[in-house]
T-cell receptor, first 115, second 114 residues
Framework: EAGVTQSPTHLIKTRGQQATLRCSPISGHTSVYWYQQALGLGLQFLLWYDEGEERNRGNFPPRFSGRQFPNYSSELNVNALELEDSALYLC??????????????FGEGSRLTVL | AQSVSQHNHHVILSEAASLELGCNYSYGGTVNLFWYVQYPGQHLQLLLKYFSGDPLVKGIKGFEAEFIKSKFSFNLRKPSVQWSDTAEYFCAVNAPDSWGKLQFGAGTQVVVTP
């Protein structure tokens, strides 16, 4: 069974540009989550999508946005890139059932470097 | 607001030593608790989880964790580490009434020397 897949693996942009990151969840999972893993800051929750809707959002500015498509894949958009946006962006998916208890399955991440 | 605290940012120990990583959370209700591990160059993987029942949970690769509700703690242990346990370990907490916002601790970098 394929795991969570993310693309691109690496992305280099300059300040002010836009970045788009993509994620395909595990088959059967309807929830997709985005986390930012910046050096020394651990994992910071960005966004949660389920059934095509944004369900929850972390403490990030509006220039971080995303969407979930009918096939449950998702993309994360970061507008007006700033140097501090350089980080590993992790996508995760889960079943949205009480039995799953919120267990997340992670992809390998997309490394965004802003110059 | 929920928060998750991991007591150590870096731990260095020798093979065969015992490992214990502390994790405390600040949430008064029912929680689901997780330990994730990130080996060098690999993605985050689930090590073990606690939902309910026996507070001593066994995970993969010889790891176990104990949930102590009165102390809001979920400490991770391994009696004898191996070089291959070198990784970053993350504690995470999910409260059912804030589904979808799994809160992670800052992580503990564990280095096991041969």
């Amino acid at each position: 069974e394929a795991g969570v897949t993310q693309s691109p693996t690496h992305l280099i942009k300059t300040r002010g540009q836009q970045a788009t990151l993509r994620c395909s969840p595990i088959s059967g999972h309807t929830s997709v989550y985005w986390y930012q893993q910046a050096l020394g800051l651990g994992l910071q929750f960005l966004l949660w999508y389920d059934e095509g809707e944004e369900r929850n959002r972390g403490n990030f500015p509006p220039r971080f946005s995303g969407r979930q498509f009918p096939n449950y894949s998702s993309e994360l958009n970061v507008n007006a890139l700033e140097l501090e946006d350089s980080a590993l962006y992790l996508c995760a998916s889960s079943l949205k059932t009480p039995r799953s208890g919120g267990e997340l399955f992670f992809g390998e991440g997309s490394r965004l470097t802003v110059l | 607001a929920q928060s998750v605290s991991q007591h150590n940012h870096h731990v260095i120990l020798s093979e065969a030593a015992s490992l214990e990583l502390g994790c405390n959370y600040s949430y008064g209700g029912t929680v689901n608790l997780f330990w994730y591990v990130q080996y060098p160059g690999q993605h985050l993987q689930l090590l073990l989880k606690y939902f309910s029942g026996d507070p001593l949970v066994k995970g993969i690769k010889g790891f176990e964790a104990e949930f102590i509700k009165s102390k809001f703690s979920f400490n991770l242990r391994k009696p004898s580490v191996q070089w291959s346990d070198t990784a970053e370990y993350f504690c995470a907490v999910n409260a059912p009434d804030s589904w979808g916002k799994l809160q992670f601790g800052a992580g503990t970098q564990v280095v096991v020397t041969p």
